[in-house]
């Protein structure tokens, strides 16, 4: 998604599509009233609207108990170093988040004595290693948006330091609940024999090429076909990439990658009983709802395999097109990032 169709993209789903009011107190400001409680959510890097709209719908008095009392309540602004344009929003969005309450402090040592749990909002994947870890250290639960990472190798990184210091933590785009997609894991059209998902695939510089956007697009094909991709092999035009996974028992997944034309998030899925169009996207409420659930209960709802397998399928996606779109095994993409899993 270009960044100026990223920011209407944004605004749509933090105020229309969430169904919140917000009333400020007389001050100009919103009360948060997580309190010493266990339920305080530090945040970390305030470079992407997405810090706007989870601190709005998590800290909005009219909530009521939908995300388990859990608020925003203290923010680390620092995001990225490269990324401009967006590192040229942090005082926007920082005053934005500090309108709803909300604390800022001037690094993530600070952030983690006043916080219980931990979103990590940076929208630049390589800064994640770096500020997820003192985190995981601290032994604070903590959810990491996408993406996820900036490479695969940090990805297992990441991995690795949250088995060693026993932290829970998970990621995922908030277009994994898309509309539809949990009645067909409840076997709706029965077995699920392929999947062609599709949306936004805009490039960045400093990320692999679908790390940056196509993730979400890709996120949906996992969250129908599940783990067990083999291969990948990738077509790329300026406009579109075409990215097609060969899972266990030869079914077939894919991915469209748009950057020409109009732009959106769904996917065709082809079952046993019946064919079926997923393509109404539920915003962030969802989302968020499964974050403090997490922080409630410490259970993952998106196992760490999946979330490393859904980014070994884009690192092979990166190789097959460097190798003229030949298929990539998976299994040696992830032998190279494996290679400095270990974290000291």
Excluded at 140 to 162: C, M, Q, V
Excluded at 184 to 204: C, D, F, L, Q, R
Excluded at 299 to 307: F, H, L, N
Aim: aromatic content about 10%; charged content about 25%; hydrophobic content about 40%.
């Amino acid at each position: 998604m270009r960044n100026t169709d990223r920011r209407s993209f944004i605004k749509q789903t933090a105020l229309a599509g969430l169904g919140l009011s917000f009333i400020p107190t007389a001050s100009g400001m919103y009360k948060t009233d997580a309190g010493d409680n266990g339920k305080r959510i530090g945040m970390i890097g305030l470079d992407t609207g997405h810090c706007v709209a989870f601190t709005q719908a998590l800290n909005d008095p009219s909530a009521g108990d939908r995300f388990g009392g859990f608020k925003v309540v203290a923010a680390y602004p620092n995001g990225t170093d490269n990324i401009t344009e967006w590192k040229n929003r942090i005082p926007e969005f920082t005053k934005e988040v500090k309108s709803h309450g909300v604390e800022i402090v001037g690094s993530i040592d600070q952030l983690l004595k006043k916080a219980d749990v931990v979103i990590l909002t940076c929208i630049d994947g390589n800064k994640h290693l770096e500020q997820a870890l003192p985190v995981l250290k601290a032994g604070k639960k903590l959810f990491i948006d996408k993406p996820f990472a900036g490479s695969l190798r940090d990805a297992y990184a990441i991995a690795a330091a949250a088995r060693r210091y026993n932290t829970p933590m998970f990621s995922a785009s908030s277009l994994r609940y898309i509309d539809g997609a949990r009645e067909i894991a409840e076997g709706k059209i029965g077995k699920v024999t392929g999947v062609e998902a599709y949306s936004p695939a805009h490039i960045e510089a400093h990320h692999p090429d679908l790390f940056w956007y196509g993730v979400h697009g890709v996120e949906i094909l996992f969250t129908i076909m599940g783990t067990g991709c083999k291969s990948v092999k990738r077509t790329f035009t300026k406009g579109t990439d075409m990215v097609v996974g060969l899972w266990e028992n030869d079914r077939i997944g894919s991915f469209r990658g748009i950057r020409e034309g109009h732009g959106n998030y769904g996917a065709t899925v082809f079952g046993e009983k019946g064919i079926t169009v997923l393509d109404k996207y539920q915003g962030y409420i969802p989302l968020l709802e499964k974050i403090t659930t997490f922080f409630s209960t410490g259970i993952v709802p998106v196992k760490i395999e999946e979330t490393l397998e859904i980014f070994a399928f884009m690192q092979a996606a990166e190789e097959s097109k460097a190798k003229g779109g030949i298929a990539v095994d998976i299994a040696s993409v992830v032998q190279k990032a494996k290679g400095k899993e270990e974290i000291s």
